[in-house]
């Protein structure tokens, strides 16, 4: 359940499913009976709870939660935000069927309450949340009780995850049938707390008929793809990766690459370094290869080697030096690529020579900015304040995947599909960090992974080795992390 559906394919979907006939009240029914679950897995101890509902659908699905949780003897009372002649469709179907047992409170002391449940909006609220709305949002994060969330908290766009004005934040947040973009990307992600999915009756047929691009970055989306090292195989079929080296000030962040690249299954590893660094590499490594690169030259002739299948440049090289040349050369070859760090501000003052370096080629471009880099880049998507849509057209512009990198990294290609990671670390945002990052891609790449799912997986494989590795890490502990990463699915898959 990998796919991500946006507020209006939501829309859709419930709509389609009303066609082949199911009613919309049945939908409605169905999506309290999975709030309950959530209650009772969640909040087994609440004793007095309180449902905030609002006078659309998401108030619908509160009224019909009410009427179960009075059916499981539980102390229920519901207030109403909104004017409630104007309730209208199904969630007047479920207004109407609410058990006269139940209280009706119209200005509630939500400190009463040990659970409230926040009905009020859904996941397709587009505008920014005043007045009474406003004020009862924030009466609710005030308060003591502890708060399920129904769809999305009130006041997160589904699509982008931004705050309309103000938000709820939620200890549980209950969905259905998919999640949306706006339960992963931030701020919504920190408002939503712990996450429940339930199913409510639509069918996997209608989902095809939606065909979503966007996707959460789970293994069920590349593992597929996954170069699992064959009996028969060995190095010379596991590609070759090649790592170029900046100074010896910064030659560290050539042997994180290069040390990721070679656990991530890559058969050949070659830093390609300075001579006044070699000395340093040779001193730190010792299954990796090292060759002279003094320059642009040095760097043709290495690439001569048609073994050399996927290469990473970009970190710790000086942008205004002569990496751009570097990159120059690079791109007019039929290696797959990995740009980051300086390989994509040395084009800060012409990113479109670089985008058209990237259009004329037909191997693999992915891109790894983090949102500084981005903006160099893309200076006129800033104010997109869809992180999705921002990185798909930075894609379809320059036609190479990116990573936009952050806690909610988010992976594009030109083709207009997207994924949202969600399994990183706070503690992963550390220095080096994205070093490791291109390396374990530019070894996915170099074992034959297409272009977005290496990309994915990538990103994957960094959060689960920085999960792994735990508070305190650094970016040299990834790389050891990692390890234990790639042995548990061997041991187990991808569980």
């Known amino acids: ?66 009427n179960l949780l009075l059916r499981e003897k539980c102390n229920v009372t519901v207030t109403i935000i909104g004017d409630t002649e104007k309730i209208a469709g199904d969630a007047r179907l479920a207004y109407d069927e609410m058990s006269k047992g139940i209280p009706v409170e119209a200005n509630p002391n939500f400190d009463k309450y040990d659970l409230i449940v926040d009905a009020i909006f859904g996941a397709g609220l587009t505008r920014k949340i005043t007045g009474t ?226 259009n004329s080629r037909s191997s693999a471009t992915i891109m790894t900015p983090h949102d500084g880099e981005f903006a160099r880049l893309f200076a006129d998507l800033l104010t997109c304040e869809d992180k999705v849509q921002r990185a798909k057209t930075a894609s379809q512009r320059s036609d190479a995947s990116i990573v936009l990198k952050g806690p909610d990294t988010v992976i594009t290609d030109s083709a207009g599909h997207a994924a949202i990671s969600n399994n990183a670390p706070p503690w992963l945002a550390t220095a080096g960090s994205g070093d490791v990052l291109c390396g374990i891609i530019a070894a996915l790449l170099a074992q034959g992974m297409p272009e977005f799912k290496a990309a994915c997986a990538g990103v994957w494989f960094h959060g689960e080795a920085g999960a792994k590795a735990g508070p305190g890490l650094i970016s040299s502990d990834l790389e050891i992390a990692l390890k234990d990463v790639i042995k548990n699915i061997y041991q187990d898959g991808f569980n």
């Open 133 to 358: 709305y406003a004020e009862t949002v924030l009466s609710i994060n005030a308060a003591s009780a502890q708060v399920l969330a129904v769809d999305l908290p009130s006041g997160i766009n589904g699509r982008t995850g931004q705050v309309s004005g103000c938000a709820i934040k939620a200890d549980v947040t209950a969905t259905f049938f998919r999640y949306k973009p706006g339960h992963l990307l931030y701020p919504g992600c920190d408002h939503c707390g712990d996450m429940f999915l339930g199913q409510i009756g639509i069918t996997n047929e209608v989902l095809d008929q939606l065909s979503p691009l966007i996707y959460q970055n789970a293994p069920q989306l590349w593992q597929d793809q996954y170069p699992f090292i064959k009996a028969n195989g060995h190095k010379y079929t596991r590609g070759h990766a090649l790592a170029i080296s900046g100074g010896l000030d910064k030659s560290g962040a050539a042997r994180l690459m290069a040390k990721s690249a070679l656990r991530m299954g890559a058969g050949l590893v070659t830093i390609a370094c300075p001579l006044q660094t070699m000395s340093a590499h040779a001193a730190r490594t010792d299954a990796i290869m090292l060759t002279k690169m003094d320059g642009t030259n040095d760097l043709i002739k290495i690439l001569g080697d048609k073994r050399i299948n996927a290469i990473c440049v970009g970190p710790g090289l000086d942008p205004n030096g002569n990496t751009r040349d570097l990159v120059r050369a690079i791109l007019k070859t039929d290696r797959s690529v990995v740009l980051d760090a300086g390989a994509l501000t040395a084009f800060s003052n012409d990113p479109d020579e670089l985008f058209e370096l990237i």
């Open 1 to 66: 359940m990998h796919e991500l559906l946006t507020p209006d394919q939501m829309s859709k979907a419930d709509a389609l499913t009303i066609k082949s006939g199911i009613s919309g009240i049945k939908l409605m029914h169905n999506a309290g009976e999975v709030l309950l679950a959530a209650v009772q897995k969640h909040f087994p101890k609440a004793t007095k709870i309180l449902v905030v509902a609002g006078i659309g659908n998401n108030g619908g699905d509160g009224f019909v939660l009410a």
